[in-house]
């Protein structure tokens, strides 16, 4: 018996704690939690419009932009532009986070490879990839390749960086173990490296996000014959503001329904990490 053990005569009890689960009512209150500011500034902007603070030529009511997502949702208009938008986001986030994320591994894991490439990759990134946009229509034209080779540049760096940073930074000692194990090669950054280095990959996966919609937006304002960004450079010129703020907020609400499939990617092929874990 040690000086922290206290005698008793009485036979011990167990005690078993089970905590109460939560109301279903809660978690449904809980997940609607993240959207109660948007929709009080909803709700102000459209109690302003109704007073007549805010001018209709100015910015319309969130009803007149209601009535434009249904016209134009009838009319097929904005499925076309949200499918063509969605297909060149796509595909430039394929290009450009491939060969970031393939530039980022070898000069994570590679001496020479940085040596060899790092440098010109610094001085491209600190060039601003929209300000090549007349450069880009001078070698490419208007067409798709424009807007792909421009997204795929804002989303390739990044990813790049990033992936860079997670592979240096993967703990040594997790290296030498594997080493120890008798991992070398391909199995040792398939068990090691590379689940060590994602978290940082997904980091820049979801700022390459953000890069990419701007990008995009930018691109297809100034050249583009379809897409969000068209459809609202041909309200503009009709004046019909409404179409031009519904623009935005689709822009808006794909930027975020990226996000949201970034982070259950995430969470899911960080599963055994209990940072990521619900």
Request: aromatic residues 8%.
């Amino acid at each position: 018996m040690t000086a922290y053990d206290v005698a008793s005569d009485r036979p011990r009890q167990r005690r078993s704690w089970v905590l109460p689960a939560p109301p279903a009512r809660r978690i449904r209150l809980e997940g609607l939690l993240p959207y109660a500011v948007p929709i009080v500034l909803v709700l102000v902007w459209q109690l302003f419009s109704s007073l007549g603070w805010i001018s209709t030529r100015i910015m319309p009511a969130p009803t007149d932009v209601a009535a434009a997502f249904v016209e134009q949702l009838l009319s097929g208009a904005l499925l076309h532009n949200v499918a063509v938008s969605g297909a060149r986001a796509l595909a430039g986030l394929i290009v450009g986070g491939t060969i970031g994320l393939l530039l980022g591994i070898a000069n994570g894991v590679s001496k020479l490879s940085e040596q060899l490439t790092d440098t010109s990759l610094q001085m491209l990134r600190t060039i601003p990839h929209l300000a090549m946009i007349p450069l880009v229509i001078l070698w490419f034209g208007i067409g798709e390749e424009s807007k792909l080779f421009l997204t795929s540049l804002g989303v390739l760096f990044p990813i790049y960086l990033n992936t860079f940073h997670g592979v240096r930074n993967v703990d040594r000692e997790l290296i030498e173990m594997g080493r120890i194990y008798g991992m070398s090669g391909w199995t040792l950054f398939r068990k090691v490296i590379l689940p060590g280095a994602l978290p940082s990959i997904f980091v820049g996966l979801r700022y390459a996000l953000g890069i990419m919609w701007l990008t995009l937006i930018v691109s297809e304002s100034i050249a583009a014959s379809s897409g969000i960004g068209h459809m609202a450079n041909q309200a503009r010129e009709f004046m019909m503001t409404d179409v031009v703020v519904l623009s935005l907020l689709i822009y808006a609400a794909l930027g975020k329904l990226a996000d949201v499939i970034a982070r259950a990617l995430e969470r899911n092929a960080l599963s055994w990490n209990p940072v990521y874990q619900k």
